[in-house]
């Protein structure tokens, strides 16, 4: 039986030809060094990652690509902006449904005398803006916010909170690992100062590449964690001062990075908008199905064009782990259960210690497909298929 993918919240599959096209022809006839050579195949290899720089800042409205730099996802990005900006006696606002990858680094440096205040959110996964502001304090040198949660889906309110910060003239920083390639990002309409992003999700790419926007002059604040060679200003010991030299160590990830550069341009090509269409469409058609399923409890939003296409669910009287372990053996459907990397989005949502099952759709799933896991999960949540986990 083919396999129905629904883990794109995990990494996004199956990927854009053009994506995997990209990667072989840079495999097979490339090959060389960016920027570690003067020969004509190293000078490619350059020239495919500043096309790959130009077209992601296009995605993100960003001005000046050398102010995005390449990590290998978003967690690297996210870890470069914490440990890099945070000193023991400032102060951070996050929210209720953050990613490891914002707490543990965060309550890491809590451990040292950061003050870090976590801003509740509601039940659906959503933020009142309102009392971020309220937890400003003279002390406050960042926000720090995901654009959509990893658990429910739940698009926060980047805008009016980018817009809070401007007026306070505080960095805010967000997480973008769900939302970039799903829904638009404007980082000047949305006042966003840090932009982090990973390749492998909504953006079509490979794993192992990423990224992080910072608004010019705001480099200035940042200590690079990894310092080394970049294939300029070779005759000093001292790390380059200009962007993106100045955070870009060590050979870049480049036949990930053609990658990106296609998929890039594979959404560019779709329009965000056309892929927002097709996955509104998508988890529209689950949610009116599964919220008539007896013994089915939905986590989230209730509408879909207030989150992403990720839904949380679980079943009466059967583990998350047992649910989809059932969907994986018996019915060949790919999902996730548990937690999530992100307690306290389950704290928020009422759903510790078992988690949820998750399924995330993406651009190339189908109506067809829709209609087949909710049938399963109907015969699931009525007793009519049983499995080793129940």
């Not at 529209?284 to 989230?300: C, N």
Request: a negative charge; proline letters at 6%; glycine letters at 10%.
């Amino acid at each position: 039986m083919k396999n129905i993918y629904f883990d794109n919240a995990a990494t996004s599959w199956p990927k854009p030809p053009e994506m995997i096209d990209a990667m072989n022809r840079y495999n097979e006839t490339i090959g060389g060094n960016p920027g570690r050579s003067g020969h004509h195949l190293s000078v490619e290899a350059a020239r495919i990652i500043f096309e790959t720089r130009e077209l992601t800042a296009q995605l993100f409205n960003i001005d000046d690509p050398f102010q995005l730099i390449f990590t290998r996802n978003a967690t690297e990005a996210l870890n470069q902006v914490i440990f890099g900006m945070m000193k023991n006696d400032h102060h951070v606002i996050t929210s209720g449904m953050e990613h490891n990858s914002v707490m543990r680094p965060l309550r890491y440096l809590e451990q040292n005398g950061l003050k870090v205040t976590v801003v509740p959110c509601f039940q659906d996964g959503s933020i009142d803006p309102r009392e971020i502001e309220k937890s400003i304090c003279s002390h406050t040198k960042m926000i720090i916010m995901t654009h959509a949660s990893n658990v429910t889906g739940t698009i926060m309110p980047v805008k009016e909170v980018g817009h809070i910060a401007a007026s306070h003239d505080i960095p805010f920083c967000v997480d973008a690992a769900q939302s970039a390639g799903s829904i638009p990002i404007d980082v000047e309409d949305m006042n966003i100062s840090l932009l982090a992003f990973t390749g492998h999700k909504s953006l079509y790419g490979p794993q192992g590449t990423g990224g992080l926007y910072i608004k010019k002059g705001l480099e200035n604040d940042l200590v690079p964690r990894m310092m080394g060679g970049t294939g300029s200003r070779s005759e000093f010991e001292t790390q380059p001062d200009f962007m993106p030299d100045r955070f870009e160590s060590g050979t870049p990830n480049a036949i990930g990075l053609a990658g990106l550069g296609a998929s890039a341009r594979f959404i560019l090509n779709q329009g965000i908008d056309g892929i927002r269409s097709t996955e509104l469409t998508l988890t529209t058609m689950f949610l009116d199905k599964a919220r008539d399923i007896p013994g089915l409890r939905l986590y989230g939003p209730r509408k879909a064009d207030l989150c992403t296409p990720v839904v949380s669910f679980t079943i009466d009287g059967i583990s998350s782990s047992g649910v989809s372990q059932i969907l994986d053996e018996k019915f060949s459907i790919l999902s996730r259960p548990g937690l999530h990397c992100a307690p306290s989005a389950h704290r928020s949502i009422n759903t510790l210690p078992g988690g949820t099952v998750r399924f995330s759709f993406g651009h190339f799933n189908t109506t067809d497909e829709i209609s087949y896991a909710t049938d399963a999960v109907t015969k699931i949540a009525s007793g009519t298929i049983k499995g080793d986990a129940v």
